[in-house]
């Protein structure tokens, strides 16, 4: 199977449009592109999303993010690496805040990804499933999504897809800039994750084992690339720590409390079935499964060695980002972003396996592939649109009726106790600060107490509680509702409740 070099030109090296996955990748992130911050992790998106705000609003300092529930704090919080968050406050430096903004950031990104997985493909297994690869990782669900999320998901995997794309450059040609850009991209892609120390560090590590035969361990460049980008990133997260110390705040990186490193997890079936279920429908859109065991199955048939083995990065790749999952395995069975940077390499080797069905692998789909190419397009809309777009619909949004409801009738400024769990969705999109409590949490002080600490007003709602999660009716909803109209002495709405509290005097200001 040749492998030929990318053209400078608008046509893939063989002779394909390079300009369809590209247009098609923009077209499917364009999809409500002004969609406000609600929907699938909107708690992280909404967390990114202030970041940028506070930026813009505090004089874009880099070095201090903020977020909105720091109570009547600073708001300065121990986070990673916040390079997406301020390019977006950049833009609204230069335009004005509006998420719109944010998600194209994210879907010019998303797309320069796809023109750089084509690009490896190219160099790793062959012009035309390069260019297959590029068209399935247009039309996924989960790099879809992620693509055009306020997150900086997109700004990770571009950093990995440019690291690795200028790697494979420089073993090839033996540039020094290659190298140096390989460099800084990864060391911009472990300041904002940390985790792709393993899942992108191992593969360059064959990588660069493939080209030297195994000396590589006792040649010392071998140890200087990661090391120096280790020392790079530590000081971030060092300097980040004692943000963390002098707030309080944190996203829970170290400690008992940060939920994400249950190994014992990994020991029971359900982590892995769950993970097995997420990548089958959400990355590879069921249809990509049976493509990329195909692809696997194809890399033995690459006639060069060398070529043969450099191929491997992609599954030893694979194996490396379930891996990096593993070593944090609660967050990685929660949040589904953390199997994104499978992009990264199933995309060429699905595009491989599309070419070898194209030469008849599967012989009662000779002449038929567009039959597979049509089913993986309805499955992948589907998810998109059951899973994620749908849940971006403003009408009937619990979470948006109460921010805007606090943003109505509340100060510019003001402080807000919401009663949202730890999802600071309605904090951001009313744009105020405050704190974030459960209902129990809520009720541990009086209104009194909270206006002491600096609130001006209680809010929340009796139809969601936390991330979109019904309030449903119980003891705790009970007792909520009996504690809100004793102190506001009025009977709320079903909907929800907001207890302005007045800066002096005897007591809160109820709303009607």
């Known amino acids: 199977m040749p492998v030929a070099e990318p053209s400078a030109t608008g046509r893939g090296a063989?002779?394909?449009?390079?300009?369809?996955?590209?247009?098609?990748?923009?077209?499917?992130?364009?999809?409500?592109?002004?969609?406000?911050?609600?929907?699938?992790?909107?708690?992280?998106?909404?967390?990114?999303?202030?970041?940028?705000?506070?930026?813009?609003?505090?004089?874009?300092?880099?070095?201090?993010p903020q977020i909105d529930w720091g109570g009547a704090g600073s708001g300065l919080v121990e986070a990673e690496f916040p390079l997406y968050p301020y390019s977006v406050a950049l833009l609204y430096r230069l335009i004005g805040v509006h998420e719109w903004l944010a998600r194209g950031l994210s879907v010019a990104l998303s797309v320069l990804t796809i023109w750089l997985l084509i690009r490896i493909g190219r160099r790793l297994v062959g012009a035309r499933a390069g260019w297959w690869g590029g068209v399935f990782v247009a039309v996924l669900p989960i790099p879809v999504f992620y693509g055009r999320s306020v997150q900086p998901e997109a700004a990770l995997l571009f950093l990995a897809a440019l690291c690795l794309e200028r790697f494979l450059a420089w073993l090839e040609r033996g540039k020094p800039l290659a190298l140096l850009v390989a460099w800084?991209?990864?060391?911009?892609?472990?300041?904002?994750?940390?985790?792709?120390?393993?899942?992108?560090?191992?593969?360059?590590?064959?990588?660069?084992?493939?080209r030297?035969?195994?000396?590589?361990?006792?040649?010392?460049?071998?140890?200087?690339?990661?090391?120096?980008?280790?020392?790079?990133?530590?000081?971030?997260?060092?300097?980040?720590?004692?943000?963390?110390?002098?707030?309080?705040?944190?996203?829970?990186?170290?400690?008992?409390?940060?939920?994400?490193y249950t190994w014992l997890d990994l020991l029971g079936?359900?982590?892995?079935?769950g993970l097995a279920l997420r990548i089958t429908v959400r990355n590879l859109a069921v249809v990509g499964l049976p493509l990329l065991a195909l692809g696997l199955v194809a890399l033995r048939r690459i006639p060069d060695r060398q070529q043969r083995?450099?191929?491997?990065?992609?599954?030893?790749?694979?194996?490396?980002?379930?891996?990096?999952?593993?070593?944090?395995?609660?967050?990685?069975?929660?949040?589904?972003?953390?199997?994104?940077?499978?992009?990264?390499?199933?995309?060429?080797?699905?595009?491989?396996?599309?070419?070898?069905?194209?030469?008849?692998?599967?012989?009662?789909?000779?002449?038929?592939?567009?039959?597979?190419?049509?089913?993986?397009?309805?499955?992948?809309?589907?998810?998109?649109?059951?899973?994620?777009?749908?849940?971006?619909?403003?009408?009937g949004s619990a979470t948006l009726a109460l921010a805007e409801r606090i943003r109505r009738d509340t100060p510019a400024g003001g402080r807000v106790v919401v009663v949202s769990g730890s999802d600071p969705t309605v904090l951001y999109l009313a744009h105020r600060k405050g704190w974030l409590v459960s209902p129990e949490g809520l009720m541990k002080r009086s209104p009194n107490e909270w206006r002491e600490q600096g609130a001006e007003a209680l809010a929340g709602s009796y139809r969601e509680v936390e991330s979109f999660l019904p309030f449903e009716d119980g003891p705790g909803k009970t007792r909520l509702q009996q504690w809100v109209r004793s102190h506001s002495g009025v009977e709320e709405a079903d909907s929800g409740f907001l207890i302005r509290l007045a800066p002096a005097g005897p007591g809160p200001q109820p709303t009607p």
């Open 14 to 64: 063989a002779g394909l449009p390079l300009w369809f996955p590209l247009a098609l990748g923009l077209g499917l992130r364009l999809v409500q592109i002004q969609a406000p911050i609600l929907g699938v992790h909107s708690w992280r998106q909404a967390d990114t999303a202030a970041m940028a705000r506070n930026f813009v609003e505090q004089g874009l300092v880099f070095w201090r």
């Open 184 to 210: 800084l991209a990864f060391c911009g892609a472990c300041l904002i994750k940390v985790l792709p120390f393993v899942w992108l560090g191992v593969p360059l590590l064959w990588l660069w084992g493939s």
């Open 212 to 260: 030297r035969r195994w000396r590589v361990l006792r040649h010392p460049g071998t140890w200087l690339f990661p090391l120096t980008a280790l020392a790079v990133t530590a000081l971030w997260y060092w300097h980040a720590h004692r943000l963390g110390q002098s707030s309080g705040l944190s996203f829970g990186f170290w400690g008992g409390e940060a939920h994400r």
């Open 269 to 273: 079936p359900s982590y892995w079935a």
């Open 309 to 395: 083995s450099r191929a491997l990065v992609l599954p030893i790749g694979l194996g490396a980002v379930i891996a990096a999952g593993a070593l944090a395995p609660e967050s990685s069975a929660v949040h589904e972003y953390y199997q994104l940077p499978l992009t990264l390499f199933a995309g060429p080797l699905i595009g491989l396996g599309w070419v070898r069905l194209e030469q008849g692998a599967v012989p009662f789909l000779s002449g038929k592939g567009w039959i597979v190419l049509a089913l993986l397009m309805v499955v992948s809309l589907t998810v998109l649109t059951i899973d994620y777009w749908s849940r971006e619909r403003t009408a």
